[in-house]
């Protein structure tokens, strides 16, 4: 009996409901519902499950304002057919009238926006106060995010190689606090009206927003740094009013900076809602791709037995990367999910059996290519008799880890032979799987060792010949440095017992705000005893810290030169922070870095020397 089935109908965006019974399902289909994405353009559809005689098919669309059939591709004796369609890039509903030899029936397409699957969401690397914007940089890690929210709490930060990690776990540090949080994705506006977008982060935050799908075209409506934007509490930013008209699709992206607080992400409040809440819900899309993948090429046979078939063909490309194929038997989808790869072995075939063979490409997007080249295959009638084994079996190279071998194949009278079976010292050595060659290359053998070697035949009924004749051959001495080592990666590894690194032992931080590093003489004695490798002038408070405020005399005894000179009295290098906040000389003042070099190690009459030497501080070497 049959029953309702869902299942896939090529191509592009969209499932189709009809009444199925097995492979060979009725020859004319009932009320169908199928699925196009609006924006993609020009669509296939298969009619599939065909009579292969003779007949006119006609299609018609009811609204070509919506949907418009451009052609229908038939060839006689094929048991599908294509329906060529371009949808005109509304939302909306259409049916086709679709007319096989005076039989009518309709399929309903539903053009809808493409799957709003949330927030892409990258986590790129930085060094402590860097913020750059990381838009067309490759993260360390992605995903995506049914909503806007920073994942922190969520993520196994052992797989996450970011460069700052802080051994402190107690607030306020988590143990992975200096990172960039990155938001991309393309809004479908769920009303028209005005809207206000809010960036949330304890640190500086920025949004861009597109008037339409170009990230490129993405202008500036949040930055906290450049006090774009107004403060809302809560750690938010909001931006002023924006109009948005419903359906409509907008490309962002915002980035968020991390420092010891993870919190926060992008909001909207619009038409839709009362407040800010998290964006995403099934308004955002990761991705905005209308760009088919290429069709795949050159489809072909591997081999087919009587349930069974392997076919193959060339890979597609895509303008962002492609996803997997799907392979179609008489207009019929037959995998489940997509197929990694580029080769698949159709099986549950029905013997001595015409089949016409399809495939496409699928991206990231869910887009689906044009179909690929048409292959005719019968599969082989019912095979009950074993096949006879291989005659001979030949040796074409050997080395010291492996062996090339060849055979001749085995003959079957009912069907062919399509498979070999491979033993090593009666161990099969092809456990994973039948050799659908005659010639393999023996792996991981030992040198100067003597092997059986036999082989057995498969037929297409998957019959098992007896064993062949056995050959023995031997492999050779091992050379490390045999240019042809039949695909085995070797070589030589030298150890030489000797030092290549030096460590000039730890760095310290110590107290240096109120000057008891330097003045206090408990901890002055405490780091002579420890002997450092560098003292350290700075931390994160160093951010505030100008140049002029502590260098020079008069105002301030707390200065990088008293910290220096007790590092040169330590033997010890000298680690400097300097300040990066909007207001200090060091992001105002162009010159102050030369100035700094100057103190550090100029000569006494430049400006910065001058603000060394007053105070009896020695220049570094």
């Not at 540090?173 to 994705?185: H, L, R």
């Not at 960036?199 to 075209?217: C, F, K, V």
């Not at 079996?393 to 009278?413: K, N, P, R, Y």
């Amino acid at each position: 009996m049959c029953k309702e089935k869902p299942i896939t109908l090529l191509l592009l965006f969209y499932l189709i409901i009809m009444p199925v019974c097995g492979q060979t399902g009725p020859s004319h289909p009932g009320q169908d519902t199928l699925l196009i994405f609006s924006g993609s353009g020009g669509n296939q559809i298969l009619i599939h499950h065909l009579d292969t005689t003779t007949f006119e098919i006609a299609v018609n669309s009811e609204d070509p304002e919506i949907l418009t059939v451009k052609d229908v591709i038939y060839v006689t004796g094929q048991t599908f057919a294509i329906v060529m369609v371009e949808e005109k890039g509304e939302v909306g509903r259409v049916s086709l009238e679709i007319n096989i030899d005076g039989s009518i029936w309709y399929l309903e397409v539903h053009i809808v926006n493409y799957p709003a699957r949330g927030v892409n969401y990258e986590i790129h690397d930085i060094v402590f106060w860097q913020t750059a914007v990381p838009l067309g940089e490759v993260p360390i890690f992605d995903t995506i995010l049914e909503y806007a929210r920073n994942p922190h709490f969520d993520l196994n930060w052992e797989e996450i190689p970011i460069t700052v990690n802080m051994d402190c776990t107690a607030p306020v540090c988590w143990g992975y606090d200096f990172y960039t949080g990155f938001y991309t994705g393309y809004l479908i506006a769920p009303e028209t009206g005005t809207y206000n977008f809010y960036m949330q982060s304890a640190d500086n935050t920025a949004l861009w927003l597109s008037d339409g799908t170009d990230m490129n075209n993405a202008g500036v409506i949040i930055d906290r740094g450049e006090s774009i934007g107004t403060s809302a509490g809560q750690n938010r930013i909001r931006s002023e009013p924006i109009e948005l008209v419903k359906g409509s699709i907008y490309a962002f992206y915002a980035t968020q900076w991390i420092i010891h607080n993870p919190a926060g992400g992008i909001l909207l409040e619009g038409p839709h809602n009362d407040q800010p809440e998290y964006l995403g819900g099934g308004l955002v899309m990761p991705l905005y791709d209308v760009e088919k993948p290429t069709p795949p090429e050159n489809l072909e046979l591997a081999w087919r037995a009587t349930e069974k078939a392997s076919l193959s063909w060339e890979a597609s490309t895509d303008n962002y990367r492609v996803a997997g194929y799907n392979l179609y038997l008489n207009g019929l989808a037959i995998n489940d999910g997509l197929i990694q790869g580029t080769s698949f072995v159709a099986d549950n075939l029905i013997e001595n059996t015409i089949y016409y063979a399809l495939v496409t490409a699928v991206d990231d997007a869910g887009n689906e290519s044009f179909v690929s080249n048409t292959l005719k295959f019968k599969t082989h009638p019912e095979d009950t008799i074993p096949p006879s084994p291989p005659a001979g079996i030949e040796l074409l190279q050997a080395t010291g880890l492996a062996m090339h071998v060849q055979w001749t194949g085995g003959e079957d009278g009912e069907t062919e032979v399509i498979a070999y079976n491979l033993y090593v010292d009666n161990n099969l050595y092809n456990a994973a799987g039948y050799i659908y060659d005659t010639s393999i290359i023996i792996k991981g053998l030992r040198p100067v060792t003597s092997y059986e070697i036999t082989v057995e035949s498969v037929d297409a009924g998957f019959n098992v010949s007896q064993p062949g004749d056995v050959f023995v051959f031997s492999t050779t001495e091992y050379d490390p440095l045999d240019p042809d080592k039949l695909g085995i990666n070797s070589g030589r590894v030298v150890i030489h017992n000797q030092n290549i690194s030096r460590n000039e032992g730890f760095g310290i931080n110590g107290p240096y705000e109120n000057s008891e590093m330097v003045d206090k003489a408990e901890i002055r004695e405490l780091l002579r005893e420890l002997q450092p490798g560098a003292i350290r002038w700075g931390a994160i408070t160093a951010n505030s810290k100008s140049f002029a405020a502590h260098t020079g005399t008069g105002h301030n005894n707390n200065t990088y030169g008293r910290v220096m000179n007790f590092a040169n009295e330590l033997g010890a290098w000298f680690a400097l922070t300097v300040g990066v906040q909007d207001e200090v000389d060091y992001r105002k003042e162009a010159e102050t870095f030369l100035r700094l070099m100057e103190y550090l190690g100029g000569p006494a009459d430049t400006p910065g020397g001058e603000r060394r030497v007053p105070a009896c501080h020695r220049a570094s070497a």
